[in-house]
């Protein structure tokens, strides 16, 4: 049995549980705290220094919360930081990344017909991209700082377009489309790591100190926080786009990347103004429903395919494998009629997230899935509805495996 597929799945669904855990925790702290800040009232009588407050109840009591802009006058005995929801989002995404894409690099991360390089080179390209995607706008953020917001924000826009077409340049759609959201993500949680805690311990320091702390300090992560909050959305689209394959493998994947953008700050827009009680712009869903729509329209494009199919040497060995012709009948049997570009399976309108099972090289490419799908679990076909047989099952692990030892040697 190959105990190092079987342990790699296993790991890397443990790993995607923690993400999902600690990005509910960092976002959800985050939506509370942007909603409490912009409920906050003020009224004559508030302690020195205090900015305003609120009155919440949940969980069977009741919470009043002050806000202190700049800082309380003196350092309070307890104080709770909000900083390891974001890092340890930021670290478990990083090592699903590992685990997904820089892995299985051959098969997620490089299409050869959109930039044919090794695995390490891809890579080199994706970690440049995630600490350039940070660099970029850390500088763009410094200069601009105090300046325009809005004018920052179009800017900030026009960077993301550009990145996404980039993207789709040198990655898999899927790649590119995860890329896009770990850059964005990438910056978010930089922002608290390098920007944020910093400028909060600063006024700290200057609180136990006895002097009266600098309100730019606040100011700046303020203006964080602010792209923080407009960004959370797309990049939830993004992470979870993998498992959709009309967003990221379509001709205008791009387009769309950059209209999801859109989508997210309208709706952020509107929960914004909700919530500072300065009305309800239920404009902001109209126009997100119309951008779904076109996100709709342009994902029906197909996608030119310019060059013959290249396939890696992982890929060659299961097809030169001798049970490879015994393989191929049972997927062509169990599987196609689902799993190709235009399915027979009645109520399967096009291939099932993606994957098509229609040629050899499709059949090869997809063989570590196959194997995990239909030989070493039974999640495939559904149901069995196709009827495979347990050894026709077993046929698939003998293919994979004696092709996984063969390339190894
Ligand atoms: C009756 C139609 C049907 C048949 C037959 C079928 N599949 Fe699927 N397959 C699906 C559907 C539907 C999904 C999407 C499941 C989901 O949404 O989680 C899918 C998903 C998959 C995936 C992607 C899983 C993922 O989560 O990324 C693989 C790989 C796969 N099938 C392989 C196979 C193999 C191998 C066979 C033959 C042994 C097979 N399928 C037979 C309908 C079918």
């Known amino acids: 049995m190959n105990d190092y597929a079987v342990l790699w799945d296993w790991l890397s669904f443990g790993v995607r549980w923690t993400h999902v855990i600690t ?3 960092w976002i959800g702290s985050s939506f509370y705290f942007v909603a409490l800040d912009l409920g906050l009232r003020q009224r004559p009588g508030l302690p020195k220094g205090a900015f305003g407050e609120e009155w919440q109840v949940h969980g069977g009591g009741f919470y009043h919360i002050q806000k202190y802009l700049v800082a309380p006058e003196q350092m309070p005995e307890h104080l709770t930081w909000f900083k390891w929801e ?3 989002t930021w670290m478990s995404g990083f090592a699903l990344l590992a685990i997904v894409y820089y892995a299985g690099a051959d098969l997620f991360l490089i299409d050869r017909n959109v930039l044919d390089v090794s695995a390490p080179v891809a890579i080199l390209i994706s970690l440049a991209c995630l600490a350039g995607g940070w660099l970029v706008y850390d500088l763009l953020c410094r200069w601009l700082i105090g300046k325009a917001d809005t004018g920052l924000m179009i800017v900030l826009y026009v960077i993301l377009v550009f990145m996404a077409w980039g993207l789709t340049h040198l990655f898999t759609g899927r790649a590119a489309f995860l890329h896009l959201g770990a850059i964005t993500a990438t910056i978010m949680s930089a922002n608290v790591f390098m920007v944020i805690i910093p400028n909060q311990k600063i006024v700290v320091a200057d609180l136990i100190a006895g002097r009266k702390p600098d309100p730019k300090y606040g100011k700046i992560a303020k203006q964080r926080s602010l792209h923080n909050n407009y960004l959370t959305l797309p990049v939830l689209f993004l992470m979870l786009s993998n498992h959709y394959p009309l967003a990221f493998g379509t001709e205008f994947n791009w387009i769309i990347a950059s209209l999801v953008f859109m989508m997210g700050v309208l709706i952020r827009h509107y929960f914004n103004t909700r919530h500072a009680g300065k009305g309800n712009p239920t ?4 126009a997100t429903a119309v951008l779904f ?4 329209w ?16 992982a890929e ?29 399976y009645e109520g399967i309108h096009q291939a ?58």
């Open 352 to 409: 099932p997230k993606g994957v098509k099972l229609d040629t050899d090289e499709a059949i090869a490419s997809h063989g570590r899935e196959i194997y995990l799908q239909a030989g070493r679990s039974h999640a495939m076909p559904p149901g069995n509805v196709t009827e495979i047989t347990p050894q026709e099952r077993q046929l698939l692990v003998t293919w994979f495996e004696d092709a996984g030892k063969k390339t190894q040697q």
């Open 298 to 313: 342009l994902s029906t494009v197909p996608k030119v395919l310019t060059d013959e199919p290249k396939i890696s040497s």
């Open 23 to 25: 990005a509910i925790a």
């Open 293 to 296: 729509v076109i996100i709709i």
């Open 86 to 88: 974001s890092y340890a």
């Open 283 to 286: 404009w902001t869903w109209l």
């Open 316 to 344: 060659q060995a299961l097809v030169a494998s001798t049970h490879f012709p015994a393989a191929r009948d049972t997927v062509l049997s169990r599987c196609s009629m689902c799993h190709a570009a235009e399915p027979v």
